[in-house]
């Protein structure tokens, strides 16, 4: 059975992560359109949607998975290396988070970053994405 968690975990930490690290590219696009262009308003759906039906429900999924892994095995919460990755999980979640509000800012026509902004914002879920993987495969403490 745990298996089959971990490999549901994964699956959704995929899922996530494709969507974190593809929303602020779109936002960097989105920046360059016309407010009111067909354009601008198909980049406004396109972010609802990423963030509604692939994002949302892969995070849940991923921390559903997550805590039931550790409820099979608690003996994990005792490794360092777990407390550390779950430091890096908390921070993609407010990155996470802090997405909703960038959204909501071009669905009304109000957004007021540059494309350099989402383009810095576009690396941070890469260079955590990259501290997990270590973290989950290497477990250097």
Known sequence: MFLWI??????SIIAWMAGLLYLPR???YHCAVAPGSEAYQLFTVMERRLLRFIMAPAMTAAYVFGIWMLVLIPELLHDPWLHAKLSLVVLLTVIHHLMIPWHRAFAEDRNHRSS????????IPTVLMIGIVILVVVKPF
């Open 6 to 11: 971990k490999a549901l975990h994964i699956i």
């Open 26 to 28: 779109l936002f960097v």
């Open 116 to 123: 350099r902004f989402f383009r810095i914002a576009n690396e």
